[in-house]
Protein backbone atom coordinates (compact mmCIF):
# COMPACT_ATOMS: atom_id res chain seq x y z
CA UNK A 1 0.00 0.00 0.00
CA UNK A 2 1.91 3.14 -0.77
CA UNK A 3 0.64 6.72 0.58
CA UNK A 4 -1.79 7.51 -1.87
CA UNK A 5 -4.10 4.33 -0.89
CA UNK A 6 -3.50 4.93 2.74
CA UNK A 7 -7.22 5.42 4.36
CA UNK A 8 -7.92 8.88 4.89
CA UNK A 9 -4.69 10.54 3.33
CA UNK A 10 -6.48 12.24 0.60
CA UNK A 11 -8.84 13.61 2.90
CA UNK A 12 -5.90 14.65 5.39
CA UNK A 13 -4.10 16.41 1.85
CA UNK A 14 -7.39 18.38 1.28
CA UNK A 15 -7.79 19.22 4.90
CA UNK A 16 -4.64 19.93 5.79
CA UNK A 17 -4.92 23.94 5.81
CA UNK A 18 -8.39 23.18 7.61
CA UNK A 19 -5.95 21.26 10.41
CA UNK A 20 -3.64 23.52 10.91
CA UNK A 21 -5.98 26.65 11.32
CA UNK A 22 -7.75 24.68 13.78
CA UNK A 23 -4.25 24.22 15.85
CA UNK A 24 -3.73 27.82 15.95
CA UNK A 25 -7.03 28.85 16.97
CA UNK A 26 -6.06 26.08 19.82
CA UNK A 27 -3.28 28.39 20.37
CA UNK A 28 -0.56 26.58 18.78
CA UNK A 29 2.03 27.67 16.15
CA UNK A 30 1.49 31.33 18.07
CA UNK A 31 4.94 32.16 19.41
CA UNK A 32 7.77 33.97 18.30
CA UNK A 33 9.18 31.42 16.26
CA UNK A 34 10.28 31.12 12.69
CA UNK A 35 7.84 28.67 12.02
CA UNK A 36 5.25 30.35 13.43
CA UNK A 37 6.13 33.23 11.39
CA UNK A 38 5.65 31.02 8.18
CA UNK A 39 2.13 29.74 9.80
CA UNK A 40 0.95 32.92 10.17
CA UNK A 41 2.22 33.70 6.23
CA UNK A 42 0.61 31.74 4.92
CA UNK A 43 -3.18 33.19 5.97
CA UNK A 44 -2.10 35.44 3.00
CA UNK A 45 0.02 33.48 1.01
CA UNK A 46 -0.20 30.18 -1.15
CA UNK A 47 2.19 27.13 0.02
CA UNK A 48 3.45 27.17 -3.62
CA UNK A 49 4.78 30.68 -2.83
CA UNK A 50 7.00 30.18 0.36
CA UNK A 51 10.48 30.93 -0.07
CA UNK A 52 12.83 27.91 -0.13
CA UNK A 53 13.54 28.26 3.32
CA UNK A 54 10.12 28.99 4.62
CA UNK A 55 9.57 26.15 2.92
CA UNK A 56 11.55 23.87 4.67
CA UNK A 57 10.43 25.12 8.25
CA UNK A 58 7.71 24.04 7.23
CA UNK A 59 8.11 20.60 6.18
CA UNK A 60 9.85 20.16 9.21
CA UNK A 61 8.16 21.95 11.96
CA UNK A 62 4.89 22.18 10.64
CA UNK A 63 3.69 19.16 9.08
CA UNK A 64 4.74 17.14 11.38
CA UNK A 65 3.20 18.38 13.93
CA UNK A 66 -0.46 19.03 11.95
CA UNK A 67 0.21 14.52 10.87
CA UNK A 68 0.74 13.99 14.58
CA UNK A 69 -2.20 15.60 15.34
CA UNK A 70 -4.73 14.11 12.54
CA UNK A 71 -3.43 10.65 12.92
CA UNK A 72 -2.25 10.24 16.71
CA UNK A 73 -4.12 13.01 18.24
CA UNK A 74 -3.47 10.73 21.32
CA UNK A 75 -0.42 11.56 21.75
CA UNK A 76 -0.24 14.92 19.78
CA UNK A 77 0.19 17.10 22.89
CA UNK A 78 3.57 15.78 24.02
CA UNK A 79 4.93 15.83 20.60
CA UNK A 80 4.14 19.39 20.25
CA UNK A 81 5.57 20.43 23.64
CA UNK A 82 8.49 17.85 22.49
CA UNK A 83 9.28 19.56 19.23
CA UNK A 84 8.42 23.30 20.62
CA UNK A 85 11.13 22.91 23.24
CA UNK A 86 13.51 25.32 23.01
CA UNK A 87 17.11 23.19 22.35
CA UNK A 88 14.84 20.13 20.32
CA UNK A 89 16.24 21.42 16.59
CA UNK A 90 19.49 22.43 17.76
CA UNK A 91 22.52 20.96 16.26
CA UNK A 92 24.28 18.69 18.35
CA UNK A 93 28.03 18.36 16.97
CA UNK A 94 29.19 14.97 18.48
CA UNK A 95 31.35 14.54 16.26
CA UNK A 96 34.35 15.32 18.80
CA UNK A 97 33.14 13.18 21.55
CA UNK A 98 33.85 13.09 25.04
CA UNK A 99 36.99 10.74 24.73
CA UNK A 100 37.75 10.65 28.63
CA UNK A 101 34.18 10.38 29.89
CA UNK A 102 34.39 14.02 31.96
Same mark, same amino acid.
Not at 9 to 16: I, T, V, Y
Not at 41 to 54: A, F, G, I, Q, V
Not at 75 to 87: A, I, K, N, W
Given at each position: ??????? &??????? /?? !?????? @???? =???? $????? $?? #? #???????? !?? %?? /???? *?? @???????? +????????????? $?? *? +???? /???? *?? #???? /?? &? $? +?? =? %?
Amino acid at each position: MNIEEMP &GENHFQN /SF !LEYLWA @LVDQ =GKFN $DDRPE $DA #V #VAKLRDTP !LD %DL /SYDE *YL @LFEERVRP +LVEEWHYRWQTFE $DE *Y +LTRR /SPDY *YD #VKDD /SQ &G $D +LF =G %D
